[in-house]
């Protein structure tokens, strides 16, 4: 489904982002990238659909690389890859709907894309997403005026308004309540359950990632030091994931 | 930097909070900023202020003539040479001016603006634009209708076609800012999803402008309508202020000045109530 | 075709109906201003003609350089007028703002008629103010000055009220719960809080003076406004074309001064 190898990423030239990162994604899972801050874990998620161009290595999307495609081969390979991010990034000031309507317009003309145009099948489709998160009632409100929680179920039923073969989604949950976050958790878990999407997660909570995760991939300083069943992550995984000693001791003390 | 303009009438909340905790360093350089602009600018004032006054000008009596005017003006208001309806039409078109100047500029530079945006435009297409733009609004709209009335030949199309070129350049400007806010990875979203520029400009950038696009545009139509008045008396392009030049300073009749003051006056009244109303419905 | 399709498709028809009949009046309103006006749409499409017109004729040639001095010597008054009637106005305008700010005013009254009173200034037409001092003053760059003083007094007084006013009651609360004068509030707590957006104000003001001060010479014979004007007139289209690019070069100068103060204090 996807597999990623030997991805290399250096932002500025010199300091290395991600050194050799190479791990795969399989349907109808849900598997979590967990890491210390800066470890890598944005740059990772967002080297897969080449919102970042990474500097080495291979993406392979369906057997394609993601790295070799042109512009408008990236844009039709984008539009069969959702995308959830922390902060929604809805369109505020337009409602529930036409934010999931978003979703499709990947695949449409610019006419389409200009003129609001959606077929019946389509609408059908967005208020049907939207029932599944459970915001029926909230479709003709103005993004703006729902909670954060609301706010990211939007986000869900616009990603899957893509009819997506992998969701993508970094920290969707660091800005929600508790029981915000076990509501979109239950719902992208139930995602790869029954409509066999793969689900990439990147997640700061460990308790979260142990109790929803299929397979965990923990990174740090931009490489990774575990790669496994979620059943193998014990404490002294974590801590081995988490602690600086993972950073080797000569660049510690150019840091200093 | 946010332009003053954004301030008067779209009310930005200022970051209050963090300005106490800058470090020194930069609050001394701001204080040492400010500090020299502040004598430089004293400096060339009372420099200039005594060289302004010609050597034999009898100040006092030049006061009491102004003084004198002044209450013509506004307490003797009165109608010789034209009519209060024949009046009401030339406000009219200065108003029809200030509006179509600004319809007109704010279609272009609508697309100018999406040209020039760093959301959307290439680096050098935004320096292009924009430094094009910087140019044409440093020549003062006056000199533009003078430029077109001789190509054009004096009158509406002229007028309409000077004061437009200004009101673009200056809408560009800030439209394009106003563009600019939209979080990066708003547009970053709409990419991801696949969508095609058109799509992200007519479904995100669109509906975040509408707020900003209307407040700006309407700031410009009030700066058209004064815009209106000035180029009628100093290009002779018709209107109200074509007609404020002749009783000034054909008919030295302020009397009817005062008229025409009070008139001007009152429709800027209706304009602030406007935006007034403007900035209520905003805030909610 | 279920209702729920319905209830949507209508959303839809409501909101591209609201959009057409935007569009239709807007159109019937650019067709009614231009018939009112006398106005023909196709000159839109001779714009270049009076870029090509200026290219052929402002570029300024052998004769024209003989006017330099003069152009030169005639933009750096109205560039000195107009920092001066800014300064000075900025001067009265912060005196009137402070006790006229709704948050620090002696009288509620007080604040009233101060904002009246720049709203007045503020909205009499620079040309009535040109035109009127003028018949006083008689030609000579004080009747500039005081046209753009009274403008910019109006404009800033408002500016600076707004200013302070935004700086919030709360804390001019705490200033004074710690003992301090009215004269001690303002000078050691308020102003110094302020001062960067007042700076960034007079600065704009400064920029846009310049640009006026031309349009009030115009009116009033002075300055590049007047040499301008008597050029053109009298058809030295090269001589006009220095005083435009004159205009031009000062005109961007003080913008980027202004940035770059404005980058100074951010
Ligand atoms: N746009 C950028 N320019 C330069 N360096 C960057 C950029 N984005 C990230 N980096 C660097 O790349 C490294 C990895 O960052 P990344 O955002 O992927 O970390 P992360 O694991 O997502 O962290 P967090 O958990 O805090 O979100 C960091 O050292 C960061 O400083
Ligand atoms: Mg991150």
Not at chain 1, 30 to 59: C, F, H, M, W, Y
Not at chain 2, 20 to 43: E, K, M, Q
Not at chain 2, 151 to 179: E, P, Q, R
């Amino acid at each position: 489904m996807l597999t990623v190898n030997h991805l290399a990423k250096s932002y500025d030239g010199e300091k290395k982002s991600l050194t050799d990162v190479s791990f795969s994604v399989h349907p109808g899972e849900v598997t979590v990238i967990i890491g210390p801050s800066g470890a890598g874990k944005t740059t990772i998620l967002r080297s897969i659909n080449q919102l970042i161009r990474d500097d080495d290595g291979e993406i392979l999307f369906d057997d394609t690389d993601m790295r070799q495609l042109n512009r408008s081969q990236l844009r039709r390979a984008r539009c069969r890859i959702g995308m959830i991010f922390q902060n929604y990034n809805l369109i505020e000031p337009l409602t529930a709907i036409e934010n999931v309507l978003h979703g499709c317009l990947g695949t449409k003309s610019n006419l389409a894309g200009i003129f609001s145009l959606y077929s019946n099948r389509e609408k059908e489709t967005a208020l049907k997403l939207l029932e599944k998160v459970g915001l029926k009632d909230f479709a003709y409100q103005q993004c703006r005026n729902l909670s954060g929680g609301q706010k990211q179920r939007v986000g869900i039923a616009r990603a899957l308004m893509q009819h997506p073969k992998i969701i993508l989604c970094d920290e969707p949950i660091a800005s929600l309540d508790p029981k915000s976050t076990i509501t979109v958790m239950d719902i992208l878990r139930d995602l790869a359950i029954n409509d066999g999407i793969s689900v990439l997660i990147n997640l700061h909570q460990v308790d979260i990632a142990r109790e929803y995760a299929d397979h965990v991939i923990g990174i740090n300083n931009g490489q990774v030091v575990f790669d496994d069943r979620t059943q193998a992550l014990s404490d002294a995984a974590i801590t081995g994931i988490y602690q600086k000693g993972a950073v080797p001791e000569r660049s510690l003390v150019h840091e200093f | 930097m946010i332009k003053p303009e954004n301030q008067i009438s779209i009310p930005t909340q200022l970051p209050s909070g963090p300005r106490l905790s800058i470090p020194l360093r930069f609050r001394d350089r701001r204080r040492v900023t400010i500090l020299l602009t502040l004598a430089v600018l004293g400096y060339i004032t009372l420099m200039t202020l005594p060289t302004m006054i010609p050597s034999h000008f009898k100040l006092t009596e030049a006061l009491m003539s102004f003084a004198e005017n002044i209450k013509i003006m506004f307490l003797q208001p009165r109608l010789v040479n034209t009519t209060f309806i024949s009046l009401l039409g030339v406000l009219g078109q200065s108003i029809l001016l200030a509006f179509l100047t600004t319809l007109i500029g704010s279609v272009l530079a609508f697309f100018f603006a999406l040209a020039s945006t760093r959301r959307l435009a290439p680096t050098s297409l935004v320096l292009g634009i924009q430094s094009f733009m910087a140019v044409i609004r440093a020549i003062p709209t006056v000199l533009w209708v003078l430029i077109y009335s001789v190509v054009f030949g004096l009158g509406a199309n002229a007028a309409v076609v000077g004061i437009t070129f200004h009101s673009v350049a200056y809408l560009t400007k800030v439209y394009a800012d106003s563009m600019d806010e939209l979080s990066p990875e708003i547009i970053e979203t709409m990419q991801a999803m696949g969508l095609k520029k058109s799509a992200i400009i007519r479904q995100a950038i669109i509906p975040n402008l509408i707020p900003s696009y209307l407040s700006w545009t309407f700031i410009r139509f009030e700066i058209n309508f004064a815009d209106a008045i000035a180029v009628g008396a100093a290009a002779g392009a018709g209107g109200i202020g074509y007609q404020l030049f002749m009783s000034s300073s054909f008919y030295f009749n302020f009397h009817e000045v005062g008229v025409m003051v009070y008139m001007i006056l009152a429709f800027a009244l209706v304009l602030e109530i406007i935006s007034y109303r403007l900035r209520a419905v905003k805030h909610q | 075709m279920n209702s729920n399709v319905e209830e949507m498709n209508d959303f839809f028809t409501k909101k591209r109906f609201k959009l057409t009949l935007l569009i239709v009046i807007l159109g019937a309103a650019y067709i009614g201003a231009s018939m009112g006006l006398g106005f023909q749409s196709h000159s839109l499409l001779n714009i270049q003609d009076g870029i090509a017109w200026l290219i052929q004729n402002f570029i300024p040639n052998e004769a024209s350089k003989g006017y330099w001095h003069e152009i030169v010597q005639q933009l750096l008054r109205t560039f000195l007028v107009a920092v001066a009637a800014t300064s000075c106005a900025a001067v009265i305008s912060l005196f009137l703002a402070v006790i006229g700010a709704k948050t620090l005013t002696p009288a509620i009254t007080i604040s009233w008629v101060i904002r009246g009173f720049s709203s007045l200034l503020r909205n009499i037409p620079i040309v009535a103010w040109a035109m009127i001092l003028l018949f006083s003053f008689k030609q000579n760059d004080l009747t500039g000055f005081l046209a753009l003083f009274f403008m910019t007094l109006g404009f800033l007084t408002r500016a600076f009220m707004e200013t302070i006013e935004d700086f919030g009651t709360e804390k001019i609360q705490a200033l004074q719960a710690t003992g301090a004068t009215y004269l001690q509030v303002i000078f050691q707590g308020l102003l110094p809080e302020i001062a960067v957006a007042l700076m960034s104000w007079i600065l704009y003001m400064i920029e846009n003076n310049v640009r006026d001060a031309t349009l009030v010479g115009l009116l009033t014979g002075t300055g590049v406004g007047f040499i301008f004007n008597l050029y053109f007139k009298s058809l030295r289209y090269g001589a006009a074309g220095l005083v435009v690019l004159s205009v031009i070069i000062l005109v961007v100068t003080v913008e980027l001064i202004s940035n770059l103060i404005g980058r100074l204090l951010s």
